[in-house]
């Protein structure tokens, strides 16, 4: 009798502990490699088993990391930081670590992609433009050096395809505006570079949402509001052929996919779900944070400051 009850005291203990690990909500930027995903939540990145569960805090700057993606081996996780100022390139142990710098250009520097390689990552800058429209994209070594502009007169999102060479990629726009059946001058289109032919190619050609193109296999996965408004997550043939659907949400966008090659891994309605190419079903996953929430506690403020 006293065991059980020893053992009764220790569950009710655990199970008091476990209610005090809050499930987040209002991730960003998600990526996945087999059973990991990194992530951005109160400014800092986490991992999580991609069956859900309780993340662990890899970043604790003061600052903003995001924009995180695991290399193809899945080995190293690059982001972006302002450890030393304005927002550059850095490179870190998939299990976190001391981060290495890689970009040193003024303005700042948004991680985009990796070649399939893991030599190099891509980036977006705008610091050499005079006028700040859209960005290019650059190639940097894993190993530093100065960057290397791909063969694009602008760019914002790419996705490489077998070869390393050709890709898809977004020539310009917001990727992440929320603005509902928007048909203006930020919507993003989808464009093909053939290296073998040294051509480029448009391939959407619908007026909207056409965003984070995601070369799989002989398939483009991508995202686009041409449905009901909302933007979901859609398939088609490299080289044309059928657009069919993915994803059916029809209450909140889907946002910021990211894809290892076997499962997509994107934010909807501000929870982490994982979308099996395979099988086809989408799943939220429940992630735990361990956080002290001190940006939601009560303080006090100074009532001058907002007298109007």
Known sequence: ??????????FVLMAGLSLAVEEGRFFRFPSIYQNKIVFTYEGDLWLVSAQGGTATRITTFPGI????KFSPDGNWIAFSAGYEGGQS??????????PTRLTFQPGPAQ??????DGSRLVFRSMFENVIGRDPNLYYVSVKGGAPERLPLERGVLISFGPDGRSFLYCRRGDEEYYWKRYKGGRYQDIWKYDAAA????????Y???????MWIGDTMYFVSDRGNGITNIYRQK?????????????????MMPATDGRTIVYVQDGYIRLLDLRG?????IDVLVPSDRWALRDRGINPRDYIH
């Open 65 to 68: 990391e995001a924009m995180a």
């Open 111 to 116: 991680v985009i992609s990796w070649t399939p």
């Open 89 to 98: 390139v850095y490179l870190m142990p998939a299990e976190g670590g001391a």
């Open 207 to 213: 007026v909207g949402k056409n965003s984070y193109p």
């Open 1 to 10: 009798m006293k065991k059980a009850r020893v053992m009764l005291i220790v």
């Open 198 to 205: 040294k051509k480029y190619t448009p391939v959407s050609d």
């Open 280 to 284: 086809g079903q989408s799943r939220k």
């Open 238 to 254: 490299i080289g044309g052929g059928e657009i069919q659907p993915v994803t059916t949400h029809t209450d909140f966008d889907v």
